[in-house]
RNA sequence: GCCUCGAUAGCUCAGCUGGAUAGAGCAACUGCCUUCUAAGCAGUAGGUCAUGGGUUCGAAUCCCGUUCGGGGUACCA
């Protein structure tokens, strides 16, 4: 049993004993010592006053010398004000690193035949344009909380919607055909989704000052707007691909498939992949045949105009469209259908969609009209929703260019990473392949950790300038720490050193002790980051263990040590640090060298 | 207007299910490589936790108000 287990249950007996009090748990507050302070557990004796009617002084020390008498595993106590500092033999300490060295899933939990199926979407890009910054954050929380749901014994697939119809994917059709001059990423040699941006914000720049024409010539800015010779072509072809035209359909086909390779090849750099993939064109008519058989069972109604809505004031919200009036279906129509051949396919306990937070409002209406239409699953769609990138210059806008785009980062960090090791004069050993996966382990490292550590739910800042660092709070920090620790354990191996598991240990240093503490909170980390679908949790820890290993290993010799038993501790010490931080790191997709 | 989320060091962020003196990194300054990888370690400096009330033995954390900011409230996605 865990130590504070053990010792809330104590405290309750305590408790009883004492001052013929039960408790509720909540009352029974166990903590780590702080830092500064001698102990390894503390006991919260303040709540408890009111019973005892003694001094928190008095209660601490009773209760401490209830504690002390009871379990064995507690060596001493320390009353500070009010609170109960217990100090832990270093018995139960080795044994706990024990177990965790030997334990290959240390933290995790196995699925087995109880295990929920959860599917996760995420990445869900419109085929117009390539990913940006956004996506990425996008891409590796979606990744993310995968394995990290994964580690909490859930079975996971995960799945991406593509947006691969509608008005904006007809805009860069258009430009293609008015402006593309017969490009083709063969015959440009421009990756496929960035030609098909380059047509969307050529669409853009097009459109924009034919609007500023027409209200030269004393247009509104309303009828500009819907009368720009180029909107109204997209909206031609759109209508055209709903009609089925071949042409159209065709040149659809086509520059979405150069769109597909090109996502194909950045999400294959960044790691990322999908159980199974979805396509709005395939679902939309889906969620059109569902709203339809709402309306006939008035769950839905229709206005004069022939557009369908759905009445949602009896849940104190608007009224939200559902059909145009000319009858085609909006994002809302095409999620239903989705959401209903997911359920069809798959047999699936927990939908999560991981979808920016200015879309709440969608999944807070999407999830109550499943419900209206009978999908008893409709309520329980959890809406895992981040916060947006943010520039120094303000908001990305696509269509303005004004992106950090995914590839272009990606290859700049690479060779960020490249210099860097070469500055160092690292890696001079390895082979040039091996060198060059190192380098994109790093980057990678360094993008997915910065991504990563901070709170999903909120917004953050992206500094392309500041943004890229290797040194502090970082992932090659973390990675070095790992790739160094592995040095240890290869020198150790080349000089026949192997670890005993069954070895005693003479004495415990406070660093030595704030390691192994922290190896202990693993597994909790690894349910709250599930519970609290917050892969920052697992970040923050692995910062936190490697930056008291580096602390130990300056402080420490390893190789060094003459006595035995405290060799091989440090060895098995080090060991169980690398694996549990590889684990960590492996949660957020973050791959961890052996070198660098 | 209404709904919703946020505000912590110069900057980027932890801490928020109430506990002891609010922590990191970056940037600035100072030390430490003949010793297991210096992408490291140690130190100096930097705070009215937006603001005003309230609850509590105890509030950055919970509640209410105010200010400022993001997002939503589209026949966009």
């Known amino acids: 049993m865990k130590i504070d287990k ?6 309750k007996n305590a408790l009883a004993e004492l001052y013929d009090l039960i408790p509720e748990d909540k009352q029974i507050q166990i903590q780590n010592t702080r830092k500064d302070q001698d102990g390894d557990i503390t006991v919260v004796v303040f709540p408890f006053l009111r019973f005892s009617k003694k ?14 008498n009871k379990i064995e595993q507690v060596d001493s106590f320390d009353v500070v004000k009010g609170f109960l500092n217990l100090k832990i033999g270093n018995d139960y300490w080795l044994k706990n690193l024990i177990s965790s060295y030997s334990d290959d899933n240390f933290g995790f939990i196995s699925t087995n035949e109880n295990s929920k199926t959860v599917m996760v979407e995420y990445s869900s890009p419109n085929t117009n344009k390539p990913l940006h910054l956004g996506h990425i954050r996008n891409n590796l929380l979606g990744f993310s909380i995968s394995e990290i749901l994964k580690a909490n014994g859930n079975k996971v697939l995960k799945t991406n919607i593509v947006n691969d119809r509608g008005i904006h994917i007809c805009k860069s059709m258009y430009a293609w055909q008015q402006w593309g001059k017969g490009k083709t990423p063969q015959n440009s040699g421009i990756k496929g ?166 879309q709440n409002y969608h999944f807070q209406i999407l999830s109550i009209l499943l419900d209206k239409l009978g999908f008893e699953w409709g309520k329980d769609l959890y809406h895992f929703s981040y916060g947006m990138v943010e520039l120094p210059s303000g908001k990305m806008k696509s269509r ?21 090791s070469e500055e160092l004069g ?41 943004s890229i660092d290797f040194n502090g709070n970082t992932g090659p920090f973390i990675q070095y720490t790992y790739a160094r620790i592995k040095s240890v354990l290869r020198k150790a191996g080349e000089n026949n050193l192997e670890i005993d ?63 035995k038993d405290q060799l091989n501790f440090r060895l098995m010490l080090s060991a169980t640090v690398a694996e549990v931080v590889k684990k960590g790191m492996n949660l957020l997709g973050i791959e961890m060298p052996e070198r660098m």
């Not at 980062?409 to 960020?416: D, F, G, R, T």
């Open 6 to 11: 053990i010792i809330h249950q104590a405290t």
């Open 501 to 563: 598991v069954n070895a005693k240990l003479e004495s415990l240093s406070v660093k030595e002790k704030d390691l192994l503490k922290r190896i202990a909170l693993f597994p909790g980390i690894v349910k709250e980051a599930g519970e609290n679908y917050s892969p920052a949790v697992i970040a923050n820890f692995c910062y936190d263990l490697v930056k008291e290993f580096n602390q130990f290993y300056h402080e420490h010799s390893i190789l060094g040590e003459q006595n």
């Open 426 to 466: 690292k890696l001079d050993s390895l082979t040039n392949d091996e060198a060059e996966d190192t380098f994109r382990m790093i980057a990678l490292g360094a993008l997915k950790y910065f991504m990563l550590k901070v709170d999903p739910r909120k917004n953050m800042m992206f500094n392309p300038e500041e």
């Open 55 to 68: 001094s928190p002084e008095e209660t601490g020390k009773e209760i401490g010398n209830f504690i002390l």
């Open 400 to 420: 303005e260019g004004k992106v950090v785009d995914a590839d272009d980062l990606v290859e700049e960090m690479i060779q960020v990473a490249r210099d860097m």
């Open 193 to 358: 989704d960035h030609l098909v941006g380059e047509c969307y914000v050529e669409f853009d720049k097009k459109y924009k000052s034919e609007v500023e024409e027409l209200i030269a010539k004393d247009y509104s800015k309303e009828e500009a707007e819907n009368n720009a010779p180029s909107i109204l072509a997209a909206r031609e072809l759109l209508r055209k691909w709903e009609a089925n035209d071949d042409e159209t359909v065709n040149l659809w086909k086509t520059m979405n498939q150069w769109v597909y390779t090109g996502f194909d090849e950045t999400y294959k750099k960044l790691g990322v992949d999908f159980d199974k993939i979805y396509y709005e064109s395939d679902t939309y008519l889906v969620g059109k045949e569902e709203v339809l058989r709402g309306l006939n069972e008035k769950i839905f109604y229709q206005r004069d105009d022939n557009s369908v809505w759905a009445d949602l004031t009896n849940e104190g919200l608007d009224e939200k469209l559902l059909l145009r009036s000319d009858g085609t279906s909006v994002y809302m129509t095409q999620d239903i259908g989705t959401a209903k051949l997911r359920y069809k396919d798959f047999n699936i306990d927990k939908m999560v969609y991981v979808v920016g937070n200015e």
